[in-house]
């Protein structure tokens, strides 16, 4: 097995997890997320992974996208959840704290 | 423009341009935000680097960065429909696409002939192109199409030292032929602006045609009334971008 390909693919699951939750106590622009996932040990993804993932957030009714014209330059786009993508976002919290208290288990032997 | 901003409008360009073509089958909407955001970020990417840093190793460093093209299209997932290639070695699957595709292309011949078939065509903008004393007390810029646009969308494009101080929002005249944009300028400096970019084509017909990306090039007069230079290289690559455009006349 990869290992690195192994940490890809554990990433890319969690990746909408960590935008959705990023996205839970404020709006936020892209560019922006990206920089915090880099502050995340283990998070840290291609740059421009994180777009797909928001367009597709965005197309499955879970973040809205608001444009915000700036004087000083280009408008930009400003992410923030939905009422599904708030309920989305606690499913999976429920369920990532479920898993990773079996994970957890099941590292420390006491499964069996 | 600077040698290595132009340099970086290239690399910038040929990634941007990479990611649409592997998002060509992708839904229009999603390809467009991502193709918006990319630009947005990777001009971040460049503002944040001194003019020392501006290496042509640096640049591709940025668009490493950003990751390979193709994994636009596997992140997207299943938005992306199955390869023509595949589906069309069906007979079944191609008797139900010629059918339609027949029809549809009568259709469109026939609707087509009263309706606009190219894109919005700027017929004037203003300052005008390449004027190199322009007044640095007038406060906007505008540009004008052949036809009716779309109201309340428009994409004026660009950034850096070179982009204009934006003081305000756009707005269309009565006849939305003419976009008004509400600038701040300096003497003695060369602006650069574009009216759309091939990832922001917000400038449309009435009928969502979007105009081809134009970029407006001039000067403002110094602060004792002399023309100001614009950079040959900017010069040359306005021509690339508006030599697209037909005239009127």
Redesign the interface.
Same mark, same amino acid.
């Given at each position: 097995m990869n290992l690195e390909n192994w940490k890809i693919q554990l990433r *890319?699951g969690l990746l909408e997890l960590v935008v959705l939750n990023l996205l839970c106590s404020r709006r936020r622009y &892209? !560019?922006e997320m990206?920089q915090l996932l880099k502050t995340m040990d283990g998070m840290a993804i +291609?740059? &421009? =992974?994180i !777009? %797909?993932?928001?367009? +597709?957030l *965005? /197309?499955d009714g879970l973040v809205e996208?608001r444009v915000e014209? /700036? %004087?000083? &330059? %280009?408008s +930009? =786009?400003s992410y923030g959840l939905t009422d599904q993508g708030r309920r989305h976002m606690e499913e999976m919290r429920q369920h990532w704290e479920r898993l990773s208290v079996s994970i957890e288990a099941a590292i420390k032997g006491e499964l069996g | 423009m600077t040698l290595s901003q132009q340099q970086w409008h290239q690399v910038r360009s040929g990634y941007l341009s990479e990611v649409e073509q592997a998002l060509s089958r992708a839904p229009k909407e999603e390809r467009r935000q991502i193709l918006e955001e990319l630009e947005f970020h990777l001009n971040e990417r460049f503002g944040e680097l001194s003019p020392d840093n501006q290496t042509f190793e640096n640049m591709r460093q940025i668009i490493s960065d950003m990751g390979p093209s193709d994994e636009y299209a596997a992140l997207l997932g299943e938005r992306i429909p199955p390869g023509r290639a595949g589906f069309l070695r069906s007979w079944r699957a191609l008797s139900l696409v010629a059918v339609p595709l027949v029809l549809f292309i009568c259709v469109g011949l026939f609707v087509s002939f009263g309706l606009r078939r190219s894109g919005p065509v700027v017929v004037e903008v203003s300052p005008g192109i390449l004027m190199n004393a322009v007044d640095p007390d007038i406060c906007e810029i505008s540009v004008t199409f052949d036809c009716a646009m779309l109201d309340n969308s428009w994409s004026w494009t660009g950034g850096g030292e070179h982009y204009p101080k934006i003081i305000g929002r756009p707005e269309y005249d009565s006849d939305c032929k003419t976009c008004t944009l509400p600038v701040r300028l300096e003497p003695g400096r060369w602006y650069a602006i574009g009216v759309n970019s091939p990832a922001h084509a917000n400038f449309r017909s009435e009928n969502k045609v979007p105009a081809d990306p134009y970029l407006i090039l001039f000067a403002t007069a110094d602060e004792d009334g002399r023309p100001t230079a614009i950079p040959e290289d900017a010069v040359k690559l306005m021509k690339q971008i508006n030599s697209k455009w037909r005239r009127h006349g």
């Open positions: *890319k &892209g !560019y990206v +291609r740059e &421009g =992974n !777009y %797909p993932i928001l367009a +597709r *965005k /197309s996208i014209t /700036s %004087p000083d &330059g %280009p +930009r =786009n | -």
